[in-house]
């Protein structure tokens, strides 16, 4: 299944990719923060959540530009592979982080 472009992208699996080290508050702050930084590059963020051991960023509009260079910058970042892919806005709005589809 193809999701298409929506206002939502979520970064897969980002918490996972710590090499099996928990991030304490302060370390998950300074991350969301760093992803907020980089994602405002790619237009006006509305929110970034962390739902392990996905990151979530709502975009004020459509984020096709912003999920293809968030997945090149955070990936350069953390020097590891990262997958950002389209998220449904209502089911980012129930709080649901179960949906995964298609990285196209």
Avoid: W
Wanted: hydrophobic content about 45%.
């Amino acid at each position: 299944m193809m999701v298409l472009p929506t206002s939502v992208v979520m970064l897969m699996d980002l918490m996972a990719k710590r090499g099996g080290k928990e991030a304490n508050e302060e370390e998950e702050e300074a991350l969301l923060d760093e992803i907020r930084s980089e994602a405002s590059r790619f237009g006006a963020v509305s929110s970034v959540e962390l739902r392990p051991p996905h990151v979530f960023v709502e975009f004020a509009e459509e984020a096709s530009r912003a999920r293809r260079g968030l997945q090149e910058e955070v990936a350069a970042f953390g020097k590891r592979p990262v997958v950002a892919l389209f998220y449904p806005p209502c089911l980012f709005r129930e709080g649901r982080s179960d949906f995964v589809a298609s990285p196209r």
